[in-house]
């Protein structure tokens, strides 16, 4: 794996992502590459069963690298590619079939709290603060932000948010519905893990996959076509050697024996 900015360390089958790009851990450009080779070699690596990304020192995320900005003005192309490159790794993100958590230490603001949004689940410090600030740079939130706070909130909150450039507190955030948890600092990566693992212990990654495959495509289709999804997805599982024994093991009145397959 590429470490530029970025470590990455394992604890059973819970891979941890630290960004680390001092001092405030800024998406560059060759972070958001990084971020998306690592997403890409963790999705198929057979010991990873979730994965939690969080931020090495003060910050989560502080945002895009603004000093980046500076060689777009007067290139509209070229300010298409950077909204391009960090919108790609966050839908790949919220892709992944394996549980995506992010373990939110500080702030985590414009392009820091996209890559948040895009994570399946989001645990937060009490000392961080989130926002969009793009506005007050004369620009808007290019990431996904628009888009997937609306869905998490509703258009009206995430206009709201959006044009006033507000800084929610954890708790704040968590009263709206864009974090799950709360924790005292040092108890955030703790708990994180203790997540990620009630997401995935004693449990078949096949039926794991797909039903974070369902869960997020009912964002982007109607109610049928999701419904769809939902059934198809369900009866392919009966195909599997993992729904089987775990329909035979309740049966039985034993735990199951998973392989994944």
């Known amino acids: 794996m590429i470490d530029t900015f970025v470590n990455v360390s394992k604890e059973d089958s819970i891979s941890i992502i630290h960004l680390n790009h001092p001092p405030a851990n800024t998406l560059s450009s060759a972070t958001i590459e990084n971020l998306r080779l690592i997403f890409q070699e963790l999705a198929e690596d057979e010991d990873t069963s979730a994965i939690i990304i969080t931020g090495t020192g003060r910050f989560f995320v502080a945002g895009a690298d603004i000093k980046e900005f500076v060689s777009a003005f007067g290139q509209q192309e070229k300010a298409l590619q950077m909204a391009q490159a960090g919108q790609t790794l966050c839908d790949e993100v919220e892709a992944m079939k394996k ?113 974070i495959e369902c869960v997020i495509q009912s964002t982007k289709d109607n109610l049928q076509k999701g419904l769809e999804l939902e059934r198809t997805s369900f009866a392919e599982l009966f195909l599997t050697n993992d729904a089987k024994e775990g329909v035979q093991a309740f049966i039985e009145k034993r735990q199951p024996h998973f392989k994944h397959c």
């Open 99 to 211: 549980p995506v958590i992010a373990a939110i230490n500080g702030p985590a603001l414009g392009g820091g709290l996209e890559l948040a949004l895009g994570c399946h689940f989001r645990i937060a410090s009490n000392q961080a603060i989130l926002g969009l600030p793009e506005l007050k740079l004369g620009l808007l939130p290019t990431f996904g932000g628009t888009q997937r706070l609306s869905r998490m909130t509703n258009q009206a909150t995430a206009l709201q948010l959006i044009l006033t450039s507000k800084q929610l507190s954890a708790d704040e955030a968590l009263q709206l519905g864009i974090i799950q948890l709360v924790t005292e600092p040092e108890e955030l990566l703790t708990t994180a893990k203790a997540v990620a693992q009630s997401f995935v212990a004693g449990k078949s990654m096949t039926c794991v996959s797909r039903t």
